[in-house]
């Protein structure tokens, strides 16, 4: 039970015991301060029933929503409740769905919503998430991942952004969950450190709409197993002068797609594969976000002339 909550809420063992303490505190507080309210307004043996009924459910609609955000501030936990609550608000049609306010209220016309798979950390994510987070006609909205406790959730998270944990087997031997991408309304996928290879359902789904950066200039260095470290420790071992970084377009092959934009860099004397790919980095987070925002815009372009 425990390991299905931890997948289906995206959070690490720590978070999900706080979670739990959230939950009992709150339940146990509310009923506490419900018999409290009944003792004050002289409730007694003899008080109809529907009085009784009537004053528990405020306590249990508007109290207890109340008390769980509370209790969620006092114990780090409010993101996660307040994404929580948030759905509850929009299924009583009291907030509006994320994708209803993605509407531009200027023009009435949707976002154009991408995802972010990636596997690790999130820099490169994290980047595009800040570089469209005011953008008229593009959002993130949603952020895909193979990896519980990666830290690309918690940037999810702090960010309010939906995120959608995937399994190896419904992902390669299923429907590479393409149904789940399409409810979503994604209309766009960027791979941003992503290892897993994107199986030939999703290709199919989003032929052209699914972009990948690699940490090196592709064709060299490209391929099953060359990601990260990896890809740097064979820049240097081959003498390398320069290296940079390739956006392109993913195909069934790993690395292979038509490339996009390529960057450069130069592999300094005394260079480790740590020195190294921090230049990199700087080179993704330069260049990502920006070239992402020309691939979308020019697709929304093909699209608006058809």
Known sequence: MWKRLQHKWNVRPVQLFWILCVFALTGTLTAFISKSITGWLGFSASTHWSWKILVRLLVLILGYQLILLSIAFAL????????????????????????????????????YRIAIFASGTGTNAHKIIQHFKTHPTIEVALIVCNKPGAGVLSIAENEGIPTLLIEKEPFFRGDGYVPELQ????????????????????????????????PALLPKYGGKGMYGAFVHTAVLAAGEKESGITIHFVDEHYDHGDVIFQATCL?????????????????????????????????QQETATK
């Open 76 to 111: 780090g936990q409010f993101p996660f409740f307040w994404r929580y609550e948030k759905k509850i608000l929009q299924r009583l049609r009291i907030m509006r769905t994320e994708q209803e306010l993605n509407v531009n209220r200027e023009s009435g016309v949707e976002k």
């Open 183 to 214: 409810n979503a309304g994604i209309q766009f996928i960027v791979l941003a450190g992503f290892l897993w290879k994107i199986p030939q359902s999703l290709i199919e789904a989003y032929r052209l709409h699914i972009i990948n950066i690699h």
């Open 267 to 299: 592999v300094e004397p005394g260079d480790t594969p740590e020195s190294l790919a921090s230049r990199i980095h700087q080179l993704e987070h330069q260049h990502f976000p920006l070239i992402v925002e020309q691939v979308i815009l020019a697709a």
